[in-house]
C-alpha cells in the first residue's frame, strides 16, 4: 500500500520557484507527498534566504523523500554529504547522521536545524492533504489525518 502518485507538478513548482537550489537535482531525486509541499516550500524559502551565492553553488539538494513516514532532505556541500542510516527495530526508529567534513564558515548547523525542523513537521502534518495529522505505524508508517486515514488509506 503507498500513498497515490502524486503529479509532479508541486515538485516543479519549487524547482522553479528556488532555483540556486533546485535546479540540479533530477525529478527522480525529489519525491514528497502532496501534503508536505508547504513544509518544503518553507524550508526551500528559509534554505534560499540563509545561504549567500556563493554557498548556494556549493549546496547541491541530492535526495528528498518520504522514510518512515517523515521527510527526508539530504543534501551536499562541494560534494561532500553526510551519511544517513535508519535503523528500524521493533517498532522503533532511529534516523542516525554521520556528517560530512564541510567548508569552513559554511552554515551547516543552521541548515541541519532547518532540515530538522521540517522533518517534526512532517510527522503531524497530513500527507495527503497537509492538514493536522498523526503519524501511523501500523503497516506502512504514513502521517495521516481522521479524515484521509478515512478515505485515501482505508479504501485500499
Ligand atoms: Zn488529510
Do not use: N
Request: charged share 20%.
Amino acid at each position: 500500500m503507498t500513498i497515490e502518485e502524486p503529479p509532479s507538478e508541486h515538485v516543479k513548482q519549487l524547482r522553479d520557484a528556488y532555483p540556486r537550489l533546485l535546479q540540479t537535482i533530477g525529478p527522480v531525486g525529489m519525491w514528497f507527498p502532496p501534503g508536505w509541499t508547504r513544509v518544503v516550500e518553507d524550508l526551500c524559502k528559509a534554505l534560499d534566504a540563509l545561504l549567500t551565492d556563493a554557498q548556494a553553488a556549493q549546496f547541491q539538494v541530492e535526495q528528498v523523500k518520504e522514510k518512515y513516514g517523515s521527510l527526508r532532505f539530504y543534501y551536499s556541500v562541494a560534494g561532500q554529504a553526510d551519511a544517513h542510516v535508519d535503523i528500524h527495530d521493533r517498532g522503533a526508529h532511529q534516523h542516525l547522521v554521520i556528517p560530512a567534513e564541510h567548508p569552513a564558515g559554511y552554515p551547516i548547523a543552521a541548515i541541519d536545524v532547518l532540515i530538522a525542523k521540517a522533518e517534526q513537521e512532517t510527522l503531524i502534518t497530513c500527507a495527503s492533504c497537509g492538514a493536522p495529522g498523526t503519524l501511523r505505524e501500523a503497516g506502512w508508517h504514513h502521517v495521516s489525518c481522521e479524515q484521509c486515514e478515512k478515505t485515501v488509506w482505508k479504501r485500499k
